[in-house]
């Protein structure tokens, strides 16, 4: 065979050395560590800052989340107050805030506020936080947050941020402006000194940023309307750039229980990781090791896994390593390990997102479902979910209320009747990247033909429908820095299917109810059509002697009773009785169908409804009452045990 071999000339030809080549030296000799900062100031995308109205609205929800979590860390019902405000550029004229590309984002909580020696690297050294090194449920985790809307508003305006924090009433406020400097990633302060402040306790955080304001999906306004869906003992002030002043009062009064920080628990735990855990181990033993660095883990859990995996109980945990080591952790994820602890985590909970649900949108039939909790990955979280179905009579000849702001990818109403997802992560509104996001290919995945809804191929399911999923955990897996749309842990897809078939099995088995009456009233339609002939009829026979009125009126008695009587009007929301036009519409918890909480008892015109052929778990008897949907205050209603029942589990108020 012939050599494949080049001619010493022809090869020499082949590689000459071009004069623009450089030598492992030289690339060695332009190799530099890379900072954070300088990292994050290239990709600002990747923080969420990608374009200006997005920017402005990720500033916004970082001051925020921020706010919400330190007020509930310190036990504090939290009152946040937002401030837009349109800036001039140099000597120009202050524009409207529609047409504005600077804006000044003032966040004010009443906090526990921030010790002065920490301001300056919470606010401008990314990577530096209270909540990365701990498996604890809040909204913030990274450590990134505000000092990357401090570093975008430094690097869009050249302004430094502005902090005023206090302590506490007998400690002085302290007055910060700081920037980064982004080649070393390290607070540079410009400004520090005591000033006088009104408000007792708390933080306040300015920033100015190049922006876009603009109402409608994805907005400032709608972060801050979905915040208070799903944080119902938050009081929210927001000073729109266009000078309104939107309130969001307080739901519920009181926190919700402040979640425990938990050690990760043994299942799931990745062997890396558990490698690095006994290399990093405090304890003496690795029987203790076992106990006290994960959760559910006892002592004589820990010696028996020990005797299993045949090594001494009182080995040194950094003398576990290799093939040893290997067997250890397969021990361990073969035995039996009670759940992780659920006081981790702090759902929103099923009445409070049917409250959030039920103010901000109208419809007939209103349903949530908590799982119990799950772990991936060695994390716990639970998946919840909230189901809106139905329109309120004469929306869609468009009520005086404005538009419900849409979801991304969503488009606007009457253009469309798909449903609208809303997504929560650890309370949190996430409003970008919601085809990337587990929450909606879950929706996309799951079959609401079965119940009764139709969907086509790869699509949403039909409106008008709101759908509500929230995931709570230690550590949400986002796919970005920016925090806006889940990862796809199997562990998770399934929860959050398994959440959404039991709303599907609920809104089916209201849909089936309400078909079966309005066959009944088309059946009553058909009788009543008769009714004066019958009459006539017999009239003529008796020689005209019969009392006419009477015995249509107790025909007509009959015929509506022989169709399911009030009931059948009350499903179809035809007796009128709604206040403001509202339909007939009913909520069904866990607990069962509205009207079936304890106060409830005694209400005699509830019936019991069909099973579903093929629930995801094994069906409860259910009830169903159609009931009356409320929008007047409080003091308008008459008082009432249901009425009252029904209040108190709207808002959450204790009985
Ligand atoms: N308003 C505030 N009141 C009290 N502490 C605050 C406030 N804002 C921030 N902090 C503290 O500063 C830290 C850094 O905040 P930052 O937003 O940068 O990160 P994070 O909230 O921990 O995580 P993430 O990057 O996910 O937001 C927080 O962990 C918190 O301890
Ligand atoms: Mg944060």
Excluded at 24 to 45: C, D, L, P, Y
Excluded at 182 to 204: D, F, Y
Excluded at 327 to 356: F, R, V
Excluded at 523 to 537: M, S, T
């Amino acid at each position: 065979m012939a050599t494949h071999k080049l001619p010493v000339s022809a090869s020499k030809k082949i590689t000459p050395r071009e004069a623009s080549t450089v030598t492992a030296v030289e690339m060695g000799a332009r190799q530099r560590e890379i900072s954070v900062s300088e990292f994050f100031t290239k990709n600002r995308h990747l923080l969420g800052f990608d374009n200006p109205r997005k920017a402005l609205l990720t500033c916004v929800k970082e001051a925020v989340d921020n706010a919400l979590d330190a007020c509930e860390e310190a036990g504090i019902l939290p009152e946040v107050t937002v401030q837009l405000e349109v800036v001039a550029i140099g000597s120009s004229a202050v524009l409207p805030a529609s047409q504005a590309t600077r804006f000044r984002v003032t966040v004010v909580d009443n906090g526990p506020g921030i010790v002065r020696q920490q301001i300056p690297k919470i606010f401008a050294k990314l990577l530096y936080g209270s909540k990365f090194h701990r498996l604890r449920m809040s909204r913030g985790q990274q450590g990134i947050g505000i000092s990357a809307a401090g570093m975008y508003g430094q690097l869009t305006t050249g302004k430094p941020v502005k902090i005023i924090s206090r302590i506490g009433p007998k400690a002085a406020a302290h007055y910060f402006e700081v920037q980064i400097d982004t080649k070393k990633n390290e607070p540079l302060v410009h400004e520090n000194k005591q000033i006088e402040w009104s408000q007792p306790r708390g933080t306040q955080v300015a920033i100015e940023v190049e922006g876009r304001y603009q109402k409608g999906r994805a907005s400032v306004d709608e972060y801050l309307d979905q915040t208070s869906i799903a944080n119902p003992h938050v009081r929210l002030m927001y000073r729109t750039p266009e000078g309104e002043t939107k309130e969001y009062p307080r739901a519920y009064h009181e926190l919700p229980p402040s979640p425990k920080e938990i050690k990760p628990h043994p299942y799931g735990i990745e062997f890396g990781m558990f490698l690095k855990m006994l290399q990093d181990a405090k304890s003496q033993t690795l029987s203790s090791f076992l106990s006290s660095d994960f959760c559910r883990v006892t002592p004589a859990l820990a010696d028996e896994m020990c005797k299993t995996a045949k090594i001494s109980p009182k080995a040194k945990p950094r003398d576990i390593r290799g093939a040893i080591a290997e067997s250890l952790y397969h021990t361990i994820q073969a035995t039996k390990i009670m759940a992780p602890p659920t006081n981790c985590l702090s759902p929103i909970g099923e009445k409070a997102i049917l409250s959030g649900l039920y103010r901000q949108i109208k419809g007939e039939f209103y349903t949530a479902v908590s799982r119990p909790p799950s772990v991936y990955r060695g994390n716990p979280f639970i998946i919840e979910a909230g189901l809106a179905f139905g329109q309120a009579p004469g929306s869609a000849a468009k009520s005086e209320k404005p538009a419900q702001p849409l979801a991304e990818g969503e488009k606007e109403e009457g253009e469309s009747e798909l449903a609208r997802v809303i997504r929560y992560a650890n309370r949190v509104p996430l409003l970008y990247q919601q085809s990337a996001c587990a929450i909606f290919k879950a929706v996309l995945a799951t079959t609401w033909r079965n119940y009764g809804i139709s969907q086509s191929c790869g699509a949403l399911p039909a409106g008008p429908m709101v759908i509500f999923v929230h995931i709570a955990s230690v550590w949400v897996p986002f796919t970005s820095e920016s925090k806006e749309a889940i990862a796809e842990y199997d562990e998770i897809h399934k929860e959050i299917t398994l959440a959404l078939r039991e709303c599907g099995r609920r809104l089916g088995l209201f849909l089936r109810r309400r078909e079966r009456a309005a066959s009944e009233y088309r059946r009553r339609n058909i009788f009543e059509l008769y009714i004066e002939e019958v009459v006539e009829a017999c009239n003529r026979l008796k020689g005209g002697k019969l009392p006419t009125e009477k015995l249509k009126a107790q025909l007509q008695k009959i015929a509506s009773s022989r169709t399911g009587g009030i009931k059948t009007d009350e499903t179809l929301g035809k007796t009128g009785a709604g206040p403001e036009g509202l339909p007939h519409s009913i909520i069904v918890t866990a607990e069962g169908v509205d009207g079936e909480t304890p106060l409830a008892v005694g209400v005699s015109d509830t019936e019991p409804i069909e099973e579903n052929p093929a629930p995801s778990k094994p069906a409860r008897k259910e009830t169903a009452k159609a009931r009356p949907a409320k929008k007047k205050s409080s003091s308008q209603r008459p008082a009432g045990a249901v009425r009252k029942g029904r209040k108190a589990r709207l808002t959450g108020k204790k009985k």
